[in-house]
């Protein structure tokens, strides 16, 4: 199989993350999103990524439904996903902070304030997806992260946690978010997320 996406990106890293943690084998595709949008707009009609390449040619977009097969290709021994209950919410909550923090810091005030031109830039949007990513940033660090093995919610926050230090360092400085600051030093030791690593945020410049 084949996975789509620079490492740049939280929701291709996670999906990398996961494959890794579970021992499955991929070949990377490093096409940019942005250097190579014709090219990726064949791979998946909205130009984005991550997606997976599956060996019958199958092409899975979208990184929630990516890991939730390959939560059911694993079966509900080895998924990083909790099957049912409590314990599943409260994952799910997890995760829909930590996309949601790169939702509004990436997508949103990253590729306002870095990508579009200087001339078309709206402060106030800048500001209101700031106030929303730091929102959800504030949520994770306000929750216990217990140690253990590597789930979704772990590796989700992890992959946030790591694109929010490297592009946008003045959001998260050391000792802001004490519980957070723990969780990423922890989490970025892990072999996967090592191997994973990117220290470059590649998308072009706005004017
Ligand atoms: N909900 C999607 C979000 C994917 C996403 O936002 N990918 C970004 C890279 S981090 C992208 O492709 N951006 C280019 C664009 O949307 O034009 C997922 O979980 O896969």
Request: hydrophobic share 20%; no cysteine; net charge neutral.
């Given at each position: 199989m084949i996975l789509v996406g620079q490492y740049d990106s939280p929701y291709a890293r996670r999906v990398a993350v996961s494959l890794m943690v579970l021992g499955i084998p991929y070949e990377h595709?490093?096409?940019?999103?942005f250097g190579d949008f014709d090219s990726m707009r064949k791979t998946n009609p909205l130009g984005r990524i991550p997606s997976l390449v599956l060996d019958d040619g199958t092409v899975l977009i979208d990184s929630a439904a990516i890991l939730d097969w390959i939560d059911e290709s694993v079966g509900p021994e080895r998924a990083?996903?909790?099957?049912?209950?409590l314990a599943r919410r409260e994952a799910l909550q997890r995760i829909a902070l930590a996309c949601g923090a790169v939702d509004k810091i990436g997508g949103g005030r990253n590729y306002e304030s870095l990508i579009r031109p200087a001339r078309y830039r709206w402060p106030e949007w800048i500001a209101r997806t700031t106030t929303q990513g730091l929102g959800a940033v504030q949520a994770m660090n306000a929750l216990d992260w217990p140690e253990g093995p590597l789930d979704e919610a772990g590796i989700t926050a992890g992959c946030a946690l790591d694109y929010i230090r490297v592009t946008a360092p003045e959001l998260m400085p050391?000792?802001?978010y004490p519980v957070l600051d723990a969780l990423w030093q922890r989490l970025t030791a892990r072999p996967e997320f090592q191997a994973t690593g990117?220290?470059?945020?590649a998308v072009p410049r706005g004017e």
């Open positions: 595709d490093t096409r940019s999103v990083l996903l909790p099957r049912s209950g050391d000792g802001r990117f220290s470059d945020y």
